[in-house]
């Protein structure tokens, strides 16, 4: 005679949701935007449909839109004119960037959604890298000066949230010092801790026009063989005072989401990346999947690795599918 059955807590939908142990909300979600100078700009990126670069006025509308969906936290990317760029960066804190007076803008409309920035050279920088090149090496040290200057003029415009992508050593510990020197005291860190040198940026890249000009990012982006290297900037990051630790991408390192969760007490973060993305709308495209179905068990797959925070595409697809 069979004495436990598994089955009874699954014979209804009441029962099932009464010992659900995983659930994605709104509260959980970060929708990542395109930014670009202008106005009445509504591109969509190709290899990213149903993802736009929106001009201010029409970015306004759209946050409106995702706040009324419940969703409060977004991340800010700046799609930049060639002609602005160049090799260390300086529009990344010019005064007159296109981004920063945005970001002042936002805050001002929306003063209870919390911002997070980008901290890296490659969308200012005329070589397409996360640093500063120089002889074909992507110096480190210097960088850091250039992303302290780019976080000051960002918690200066309003940023809640810093988020350095670099994969800089140090930076950390050295955008903590000068932001606190300068008094912001109150904005965040989100380090892109463990930031795989993943063929799944594609898209992005594109929305920014951000690829490396020569040669790759593998000097300062992870290796996808490693996990423990991902423990060791994590521990790194938590010393030097991260508030946030994230993983980049998210589905494709679910295992490296749980190491982090299991090892240290900071709130981990997950970036599901635009290649990630991307592949589940071409599929639905052809027929061979559903978004509808995919999207929420993809989200909950990320969310139950461990982490607390999910920057996502399909966010505010996910929150229309909820209201219906």
């Avoid at 099932?16 to 395109?34: C, K, M, W």
């Avoid at 110096?139 to 992303?147: A, R």
């Avoid at 000009?213 to 994590?234: F, H, R």
């Avoid at 595409?313 to 209201?323: G, I, S, T």
């Amino acid at each position: 005679m069979i004495q436990n059955r598994p089955r009874r807590n699954r014979v209804s939908a009441t029962i099932r949701g009464l010992i659900r142990e995983n659930e994605v909300g709104a509260s959980d979600l970060v929708y990542p935007v395109f930014l670009i100078d202008g106005s009445n700009i509504k591109s969509e990126i190709a290899s990213l449909p149903g993802n736009y670069r929106w001009s201010l006025d029409l970015l306004l509308i759209e946050l409106k839109e995702c706040i009324e969906l419940g969703i409060n936290t977004f991340i800010l990317f700046p799609v930049v004119e060639e002609s602005l760029k160049n090799s260390t960066a300086d529009y990344g804190f010019d005064p007159n960037n296109f981004y920063l007076k945005a970001i002042t803008k936002i805050k001002s409309e929306y003063p209870d959604i919390c911002l997070i920035s980008d901290v890296a050279m490659d969308p200012y920088s005329s070589d397409g890298h996360d640093g500063l090149v120089e002889n074909g090496e992507i110096v480190n040290d210097k960088t850091l000066l250039i992303l302290g200057k780019m976080a000051i003029a960002q918690a200066k415009a309003g940023i809640d949230i810093i988020g350095p992508s670099d994969m800089m050593d140090g930076r950390v510990g050295y955008l903590r010092e000068v932001l606190d020197e300068a008094g912001y005291y109150n904005t965040g860190i989100m380090s892109y801790t463990a930031k795989y040198a993943s063929a799944f940026y594609g898209p992005f890249r594109d929305a920014l026009d951000s690829a490396p000009k020569s040669g790759d990012k593998k000097t300062y982006q992870m290796d996808p063989a490693n996990v423990n290297e991902a423990l060791i900037e994590a521990e790194l990051d938590d010393y030097e005072g991260a508030d946030f630790l994230m993983v980049k991408p998210a589905v494709h390192y679910l295992d490296i989401i749980l190491n982090l969760k299991q090892n240290f007490h900071k709130p981990i973060a997950a970036y599901h990346v635009s290649g990630e993305c991307a592949m589940l709308i071409a599929a639905d495209q052809k027929g061979w999947l559903k978004l509808e179905t995919t999207v929420p068990e993809t989200l909950l797959s990320i969310k139950r690795a461990g982490a607390s925070v999910i920057i996502t595409y399909f966010a505010k697809y996910f929150m229309e599918l909820r209201k219906r």
